[in-house]
């Protein structure tokens, strides 16, 4: 299957560098535009794939379209096309529904997603947005590109704002942490470079014992909770402090945020 990139910023090139890593195409599959020649150039030689300033080129030489544009592009890209075939369409533009993209893509099964920052490592976590006209061949497609930088859901669109602030918006919130963490130990003496480190490497490690783990998160603290020792005085000086409480209002306040920006 040929799949073409229709803008090939950091999510698309992360998208393509799991592709190409884990042999789900051939890199003579693959094409991608972008109008601006010298950065074109370079991101071809980068990839070792086909390159084209022209939209148009991508839609006509694909089986597959990977929409990647910005949100504010998405119908003047759509709208100039001529779709002289009708390739599927996966979309990671975040913002554009699912109503909204059946409007531009009238002839085209299409699939929208929503990847996350982390996909950039290949430990990202895609959701999927449920869509009962797309055709199985493309859902079956869309797992097997998303599953090589990471993992996927599937998910009604009605739940997208909570999954873009957990999933989404979150790793800011976890680099917020990890770099909270470090500065409390600069100020113990500890480099900041070393306590960033530490404090990332704990956090990666405390992730995957939670996703290995059959136990919920909340036991895994009593886990590491000893009675009357310095981690019970750490998470009551958290909860005394309203940490719980400031997560849920910043995950509400997300998906408020998108609920606006999605009217």
Excluded: C
Aim: charged share 20%; no cysteine.
């Amino acid at each position: 299957m040929k799949i073409g990139f229709i803008g090939f910023g950091n999510m698309a090139q992360a998208i393509a560098t799991g592709l190409i890593e884990n042999n789900v195409t051939d890199l003579t599959d693959l094409i991608f535009s972008n109008r601006t020649e010298s950065k074109r150039k370079v991101l071809e030689t980068q990839f070792n794939i086909k390159s084209t300033p022209h939209n148009q080129d991508v839609w006509n030489q694909s089986d597959l379209i990977i929409l990647a544009v910005k949100p504010y592009q998405v119908e003047e890209v759509l709208t100039k096309i001529d779709k002289v075939h009708s390739p599927y369409v996966i979309s990671v533009v975040a913002g554009v529904t699912n109503q909204q993209l059946a409007a531009y893509l009238p002839e085209s099964s299409f699939i929208r997603t929503m990847p996350n920052l982390n996909a950039q490592v290949g430990e990202g976590i895609t959701a999927i947005i449920e869509n009962s006209t797309a055709k199985n061949e493309l859902l079956e497609q869309a797992k097997k590109i998303f599953e090589s930088i990471g993992t996927v859901v599937e998910l009604p669109e009605s739940q997208i704002g909570p999954f873009i602030a957990i999933a989404g918006s979150s790793p800011a919130l976890v680099f917020m942490f990890i770099d909270t963490l470090a500065r409390s130990a600069v100020k113990y003496g500890i480099t900041k470079d070393k306590a960033t480190e530490i404090a990332a490497q704990a956090v990666l490690g405390s992730a995957k014992t939670v996703l290995n783990s059959s136990q919920s998160p909340w036991n895994l603290i009593d886990q590491v909770s000893s009675p009357a020792g310095i981690t019970v005085d750490g998470i009551l000086s958290l909860l005394q402090n309203d940490f719980s409480a400031s997560i849920i209002q910043s995950v509400d306040a997300m998906v408020e945020k998108n609920d606006q920006l999605s009217k």
